[in-house]
């Protein structure tokens, strides 16, 4: 059975670099059939899409956060990984990874085709 | 990018009820959409993709409808585990975009 866990530190000082890690169990992050995708969600309020990526390289990234966010996947530790910089107070939410199918009955799609497995979720408040 | 806006944005109803919650696209998604579940302190769960196929393992009570525009997730007769967070999300463009949230209670 698929699982999915973030790792990454709680508490991240305004301005810095938020960076999480999602190690993928039970599978192959080097399938071509998926994305793998972050999502977060601010205390109180709904989800937000943050980036989905491909095992090979390929990545897309909500615009609004487009200039302060690297993703990367470490195939041979079946991990991929967030970066975010310069982040305030905004960015305190609950960061999710996800499994996101990408392609379906021989239909590659780049927006996906929904998030089917997910991580439990990792607090990452930013504050001094 | 494309809008999701869901109706109502908190429902309370009685064990056995039918329940129903709509999502509207700012513009055609032709289907492509997709519903999740989210109990409290709980990651979300995939219920329905594409607009009306149940993924593996959801109970029956759960449909899912709709076309163009307008799409809804049904719930045949509301259980008390079906307390939860409900969310749309399109996956028509690259900018994906979730819904607002629709909170369902227990009358």
């Known amino acids: 059975q698929l699982q999915l866990q973030e790792s990454g530190p709680g508490l991240v000082k305004p301005s810095e670099t938020l960076s999480l890690t999602c190690t993928v169990s039970g599978g192959s992050i080097s399938t071509s059939s998926y994305f793998w995708g972050w999502v977060r969600q601010s205390p109180g309020k709904g989800l937000e899409w943050i980036a989905s990526l491909y095992y090979s390289g390929g990545t897309y990234y909500n615009p609004s956060l487009k200039s302060r966010v690297t993703t990367s996947v470490d195939t041979s530790k079946n991990q991929f990984s967030l970066r975010l910089t310069s982040v305030t107070a905004a960015d305190t939410a609950m960061y999710y990874c996800?499994?996101?199918?990408?392609?379906?009955?021989?239909?590659?799609?780049?927006?996906?085709?929904?998030?089917?497995?997910w991580g439990q979720g990792i607090t990452v408040t930013v504050s001094s | 990018d494309i809008q999701m806006t869901q109706s109502p944005s908190s429902l309370s109803a009685s064990v056995g009820d039918r329940v129903t919650i709509t999502c509207r696209a700012s513009l055609d998604i032709s289907g492509s959409l997709a519903w999740y579940q989210q109990k409290p302190g709980k990651a979300p769960k995939l219920l329905v993709f594409p607009a009306s196929a149940l993924d593996t393992g959801v109970p029956s009570r759960f449909s899912g409808s709709g076309s163009g525009t307008d799409y809804n997730l049904t719930i045949s007769s509301l259980q008390p585990e079906d307390v939860a967070t409900y969310y749309c999300?399109?996956?028509?463009?690259?900018?994906?975009?979730f819904g607002q949230g629709t909170k369902v209670e227990i009358k």
């Open positions: 999300q399109h996956y028509y463009r690259i900018f994906r975009t």
């Open positions: 996800a499994r996101e199918g990408y392609c379906a009955n021989g239909v590659c799609n780049p927006a996906g085709y929904g998030m089917d497995v």
